[in-house]
């Protein structure tokens, strides 16, 4: 089960789409800003918002009813100021930054952090500010994940969303006959599938040990894994979802176990 977490797929959004390549109900003092943009300001943005490169959204009260808040923001360091717009390394470095602030935010650690269904997208200047010289990123956490055809309404502030036992409805479940065919949804909606538990395969430093060896690795533990979670039944089902090396060159590390379970 071959599926990318939500997490991850931030990461990969290094081009923008669509007839408006900064999202919707744009604001035009927003528009190509060389400025860092402002720190806690929310939007409601849209899974097609988040498929861009850049954004210019307006903002609205964080009060009102908002899908995305913008949680970190800063200059590119000093060794990516040459990069070209669409970098690979871009996508690196806000990985390791947005995750990172992401699990700060949230008040979690990596494992709990890989099974709740609020993501978080990064944005970058537009190409023609890129041209004139601007190097921000901007973090936001989002209201849904890679599947999300919506996304749902955040509280007025995400800061510490998940410290203690998190309420289901911000922790990912699944319907369907198997994780991969599936459909997320939050768990404290009808569900077949519940995200227990997730396995660390290898340290920061190390090669990629191929698609085979993490498949396994994950599939093993997350046998045993989900066996106790569950109580150690006679039988039970499980799933589990993998990654492969560019998500691996990106910063992951870890793989995310599922029980069978409608609880």
């Keep these: 089960m071959r599926l990318l977490p939500a997490l991850l797929l931030a990461t990969a959004l290094l081009v923008g789409c669509g007839t408006d390549p900064q999202g919707g109900d744009t604001d035009p003092d927003q528009v190509d800003a060389v400025e860092v943009p402002e720190l806690g300001a929310c939007r409601v943005l849209t899974p097609d918002d988040v498929a861009r490169a850049s954004n210019a959204t307006r903002t609205v009260p964080c009060s009102e009813r908002h899908t ?24 690196a470095f806000a990985y390791q930054t947005c995750s990172k602030r992401f699990q700060e935010l949230l ?23 890129w041209e004139d010289g601007a190097r921000w ?13 919506e996304y749902v309404a955040l509280p007025e502030t995400a800061e510490g969303l998940l410290l203690g036992r998190p309420q289901d409805r911000w922790m990912v479940c699944a319907v369907g006959p198997s ?15 519940r995200a227990v ?21 994950t599939r093993d533990f997350c046998s045993e894994s989900v066996g106790a979670w569950l109580g150690y039944p006679v039988e039970y089902d ?5 990654f492969h090396e560019a998500e691996w060159q990106a910063g992951n590390r870890r793989s995310v176990c599922w029980a069978r379970t409608p609880d």
């Design 107 to 129: 008040g979690a650690d990596e494992s709990l952090v890989m099974r709740t269904v609020v993501s978080w997208a990064w944005f970058r200047p537009s190409q023609e500010a």
């Design 68 to 91: 995305a808040q913008t949680y970190a923001v800063g200059e590119l360091p000093e060794e990516l100021r040459d990069a070209a717009y669409d970098d690979e390394e871009l996508g």
């Design 179 to 193: 994780v991969d065919a599936g459909t997320k949804v939050p768990c404290s909606r009808e569900h077949d599938w």
């Design 137 to 149: 990123y901007r973090c936001d956490i989002v209201g849904g994940g890679e599947e999300s055809e």
């Design 238 to 242: 499980f799933g589990f979802t993998w």
């Design 197 to 217: 538990t997730t396995i660390k395969v290898g340290d920061q430093d190390d090669e990629y040990p191929g698609d085979r060896v993490v498949e396994v690795t």
